[in-house]
């Protein structure tokens, strides 16, 4: 059965510290590797990945996919208050279709 | 604003009856989008459609359907409802396929579904 799995599960942080979300998979067929922030209601989308040992950066975000091991990495530097939501891992996947596993989320919590 | 507009917000109905949930997507978003999301499952893909036609299918229930209008609008039709059901429901768009053109989803604020 087709999983993806999110550590931790939750976490609290000051401001001003890094972090480092996990999220490891078991698939069918991967196709791509996405995360998304979820704060009060729609997730957004931060980074897609494909390719193994590429790091995805934007602003003090970065991931980065390892294939061979099947997990992502999701990196947060200098954590802000408003970085405090919900970080989705979702995985694409075909098994005869296209489909996506999301993970349960890592809860991030910045205090100022 | 995501661009994504979902109705109604909020839902209401007691078990056993049958609702439908409506999503517009962002113009020129070909692709649609449906999740659900409930506390002790989190986020689960149920579906897409691009440019009308079923694209992807993920955990969707067989009391569940949906399509995608000529006009790119979408619904999601939830029959025979259970308590079970009750739940978050999202809609997303995206320009293309997510995986061929390497383009993010937007999502829509959601319509919350309370079974009774």
């Known amino acids: 059965e087709d999983k993806v799995v999110q550590s931790p599960l939750s976490l609290v942080v000051h401001e001003g510290d890094t972090v480092t979300l996990n999220c490891s998979y078991e698939?069918?067929?991967?196709?791509?590797l996405l995360w998304y922030k979820q704060e009060k209601k729609a997730p957004t989308f931060l980074f897609m990945l494909?390719?193994?040992?590429i790091e995805k950066k934007s602003g003090r975000l970065s991931s980065i996919l390892d294939k061979k091991e099947l997990f992502s990495i999701l990196n947060i530097t200098a954590t802000q208050t408003g970085d405090s939501a919900i970080y989705l891992c979702?995985?694409?996947?075909?098994?005869?279709?296209?489909?996506?596993?999301f993970g349960t989320g890592t809860r991030l919590k910045v205090l100022a | 604003d995501s661009g994504v507009t979902q109705t109604p917000k909020h839902l209401i109905t007691a078990t056993g009856q049958r609702v439908t949930l409506r999503c517009s997507p962002r113009?020129?978003?070909?692709?649609v989008y449906w999740y659900q999301q409930s506390l002790d499952q989190g986020l689960q893909f149920l579906i897409q459609?691009?440019?009308?036609?079923?694209?992807a299918k993920g955990n969707i229930l067989e009391r569940f359907s949906a399509q995608q209008f000529p006009d790119l609008h979408s619904e999601l039709n939830l029959s025979s409802l259970e308590l079970g059901d009750s739940a978050l429901y999202f809609c997303?768009?995206?320009?293309?396929?997510?995986?061929?053109?390497?383009?993010?989803?937007?999502f829509g604020q959601g319509t919350r579904l309370t079974v009774v």
């Open positions: 698939v069918t067929n991967f196709r791509s």
């Open positions: 494909t390719s193994s040992g």
């Open positions: 113009s020129g978003d070909l692709s």
């Open positions: 997303a768009s995206s320009v293309g396929v997510v995986r061929d053109l390497n383009t993010e989803a937007f």
């Open positions: 979702a995985v694409e996947a075909t098994s005869g279709t296209y489909k996506y596993i």
């Open positions: 459609y691009y440019n009308g036609e079923e694209r």
